[in-house]
């Protein structure tokens, strides 16, 4: 089966005045159709660029995207707006992504009369539907944003995305801005229009609780680059790079009769300006070696759909289990 | 500064008058609290409605809640900082070391404010002067608090630097040339430098990344231990508040919903709210493939419902929620529901 999106060597590098800012530096990925990749890392590790990078929204400065198995490294004006038909996306913030000077009807309209789909009574009809979908009250049809909470602007957002009826959608950090009984309500909802509209997505996170519950594999990165990718389940339950250990460990843990077993992890996130040839976790990882120092390490297979970008992923998985 | 010595010695002979222990014990004391903002030609929004919850020495309180629910109006009652107008602190008292808060003079609460009670504030991008460096900013707290030269209060400032892993070197260092979890470091440093009884933390890690929020928290509990402070600490997840806190208070619509030790309110969850909440988290139950959330929204502070605030959301809602007001009931020692399936002693 053909993945429904396949990245090679992806890269965004930004000219800033300081140098290179290496954003996404040799991303490398495939997603099925109907999967869910979830993208964790902290702030700065290009994440959100790299959902971006994907989508033209901005464009790459090396290696390919795939689009079922076509390449759309390059396209131009006609075929991206077919493209973007595909493709969408929902932004992180509800309060800031939608047109203050819009209704709901407007907002969930416009894709439509953009694409030229459909006008009068079908374009209605579909802009109500939406609205059942995601769940807004079809009496709110003609309010505006400010009148309504996060979690009903979140729900517009959505329903712009999906109007039409895209296969693929990258959700920015979606929930992180609304509380956690909303949350829990946009999530669920999520699920089930991926279940019926047979959707694939790549969802990008801070929050690792998130990112497990819904994702089908999950991609860890740092500082633009992969460091650990493998299923949720094993990712969570076997977890073989120590940036990925050290971050799950950060979780605060909900069980309060379990001793928290918290993996410090000193100082943050160095200058992805210009970085060195070498382990980009070297200077705060606590297994660092000098060659972790001068040698760059590789994403491998480390056991079956199971890659980890460490030189010294063996000795280290060995060292725990002879513990 | 006469009067001013005078006041310690109110509080001093206080605490020897009030020898029961249970007394002094409490550094926090609010009773039956309430809040409302009333701007002019607007409905009154009631933010804070008759909550009372008390803090022991050494202590750490947990206030949960989601947005809207009345944490940081409590708060800002605490240090008296609640804008007015339209802020309007209509009802109760807030007794720290015995004496009501709400009472004392503006002059009286500046000396408190940052020496005796001190606040972290959620967002550190913006909680700093963005035109002064950090350390002359710590300094300032600590120059206003204790009489010392300059001198002295660079040295104190510098240990306040080292203490939360901020190298001293940095003391003239603009606040744009720190990251974010470095500034709530400044910012928990400027909290601590006078050693606070108590210490209010106002969701202080939410704008940071979970490993930074990791070291944070890590570095708050060790401060805590250190310096004795009894901490408020006012967040949305629970899980900080499964690592962090002895006491949790559980808000909602500006009434305490449900309270108690960490285990009862985490093992013996009584409120359909609190439930809702454990079941909104994705983590809560690992083998469960979709959420339990708690359908609609927190109704408007400005037009709450009568009776229980949550009769709207619950499931197990009943034709009693909406007739009259509830009240908390203790259903074991130290644990209060405000629900009517406690009132009768069948809760679940």
């Known amino acids: ?323 | 500064m006469a009067y001013l010595n005078l006041d310690r010695l109110r509080r001093w002979t206080f605490k020897v008058k009030g020898n029961d222990m249970s007394d002094t014990e409490k550094i926090l004391s609010i009773k039956d609290l309430t809040v409302h903002y009333l701007p002019p030609e607007e409905p009154a929004c009631k933010a804070v409605n008759g909550v009372s919850f008390d803090i022991r020495k050494g202590e750490t309180l947990g206030l949960v809640g989601e947005t809207g629910a009345g944490k940081t109006t409590i708060a800002l009652s605490i240090l008296r900082l609640v804008q007015s107008p339209p802020g309007k602190i209509l009802s109760g008292s807030i007794e720290f070391n015995g004496e009501n808060l709400l009472e004392a003079s503006e002059a009286h609460m500046r000396k408190i404010r940052g020496s005796e009670i001190s606040m972290i504030f959620q967002d550190p991008m913006t909680a700093l002067n963005p035109i002064d460096s950090v350390g002359d900013q710590i300094a300032e707290v600590v120059h206003l608090h204790s009489k010392c030269s300059r001198a002295e209060a660079r040295i104190k400032v510098e240990e306040m630097l080292e203490l939360v892993g901020i190298d001293k070197s940095r003391y003239k260092d603009y606040p744009h040339q720190f990251s974010g979890g470095m500034k709530q470091r400044v910012i928990i440093a400027m909290a601590l430098a006078c050693s606070p009884e108590l210490l209010i933390a106002d969701e202080p890690t939410t704008a940071l990344d979970v490993t930074i929020q990791a070291q944070v928290l890590d570095m708050m509990n060790d401060l805590k231990k250190k310096l004795g402070s009894s901490v408020l600490l006012i967040t949305h997840d629970l899980g900080i508040v499964a690592e962090m806190c002895d006491k949790v208070v559980v808000m909602y619509a500006g009434q305490v919903v449900e309270m108690g030790d960490k285990r009862s309110i985490f093992k013996h969850t009584s409120h359909p709210y609190t439930k809702g909440l454990f079941g909104s988290l994705p983590g809560a139950f690992p083998d469960s493939d979709r959420l339990k959330p708690i359908k609609g929204l927190m109704p408007d502070p400005a037009a709450l419902p009568a009776g229980c605030k949550f009769a709207d959301r619950c499931e197990f809602c009943t034709e009693q929620c909406r007739a009259r007001e509830i009240g908390l009931t203790e259903v074991s020692e130290g644990h209060y529901v405000r629900c009517v399936l406690a009132e009768g002693g069948n809760h679940h």
């Open chain 1, 1 to 323: 089966m053909t993945p429904l999106l396949e990245v090679e060597r992806l890269e965004k590098f930004f000219d800033v005045s300081a140098g290179t800012l290496h954003a996404v530096d040799g991303v490398s990925f495939k997603i099925n159709q109907g999967e869910t990749l979830g993208v964790v890392g902290e702030s700065g590790c290009g994440k959100s660029t790299l959902g971006r990078v994907v989508l033209h929204l901005l464009e790459s400065t090396g290696g390919t995207i795939k689009f079922k198995g076509e390449d759309i490294t390059h396209v131009n004006r006609t075929k991206l707006s077919e493209l973007r038909r595909k493709m969408q996306i929902i932004f992180q913030d509800p309060f800031a992504s939608l047109n203050p000077r819009m209704t709901i009807f407007q907002t969930l309209a416009e894709p439509l009369v953009i694409a030229d789909i459909c006008k009068g009574a079908e374009l209605e009809e579909k802009v109500y539907k939406m609205m059942d979908t995601v769940g807004l009250a079809r009496r709110l049809v003609n309010t505006y944003p400010h009148e309504l909470d996060g979690g009903r602007r979140q729900r517009i957002g959505i329903g712009r995305a999906l109007i039409l009826e895209p296969e693929f959608i990258v959700c920015d950090e979606p929930v992180s801005a609304l509380d956690v009984s909303i949350q829990a309500q946009v999530i669920n909802l999520l699920l089930d229009i991926q279940r019926d509209m047979k959707l694939t997505y790549i969802f990008v996170t801070h929050d690792l609780s998130v990112a497990k519950f819904i994702s089908t594999n999950i991609m860890v990165m740092y500082l633009g680059q992969v460091v650990e990718f493998a299923s949720a389940k094993e990712l969570f339950d076997h977890p073989v790079h120590p940036y990925s250990k050290a971050l799950l460990s950060a979780i605060p843990n909900l069980d309060i009769d379990q001793e928290s077993r918290r993996i410090p992890i000193q100082g943050e996130v160095t200058s992805p300006i210009n970085p060195k040839r070498r382990c980009r976790f070297a200077t705060r990882c606590r297994y660092a070696k000098e060659t972790c120092m001068d040698s760059e390490p590789v994403l491998k297979e480390y056991s079956p759909g199971h890659f980890v970008s460490c030189l010294y992923a063996e000795e280290l998985d060995q060292d725990k289990k002879r513990v």
